[in-house]
């Protein structure tokens, strides 16, 4: 097993190649199903053609408002491209066995990383991950969704935006807020911060 060393994370399942390459893989077969171009999903979802070979390739991790655009011009959702089989009896999901999902780390900082705490499945009907953000991390962009959702923030000192309210919140600040309204956050503190992040339905 890995470890993620970059925010000073030990202990925590890391995140290789073999992640990227699986998350490459399945957005290229949700294109291809879709009889979709590489130049086509590339103009749709508003980045270069050759950035979107390098993700479906493996080589390049693309930033959580990349994955959004990218999802949603595939009509699929996020949940999907990181599907995994469920823990014990689908009820338990052990320290250090939960899939860790590394976003675009080298541009943002340390980068954010969504440990999934509720695996994706069809039965599910809530989506939790914890966000584990490097110093000088953040999510890169305002998105925007279907649903409701709420947060804990575990360590560290976040700036959260929803719509054109700015908040600062600390270790055992909460937040809940309806996902249409466009939200973005990012690490302002001096060491890596973690939020335990619950939205429904699990459309993200």
Known sequence: MNVWNDAGRQGRPGHDAGAAGKLGLRLKHARQTRGMTLKEVAIAAGCSESLLSKIENGKASPSLPMLHRLVEVLETNIGRMFEEVDGEEG???RAGQRPLIALDRLRQGDGV???RVIPYSAGHLLQCNIHHIG??????????????????????TIELTVDDGVFELNAGDAFAFR????????????VPASIFWVNTPPTF
């Open 91 to 93: 009820i338990i999901f």
């Open 179 to 190: 996902s249409e309204r466009p939200h973005h956050y990012r690490n302002i503190g001096d």
């Open 113 to 115: 990383a969504l440990e």
């Open 135 to 156: 110093k000088g991390g953040t999510s890169a962009g305002p998105i925007s969704h279907a649903g409701e959702e709420v947060g804990y923030v575990i360590e560290g």
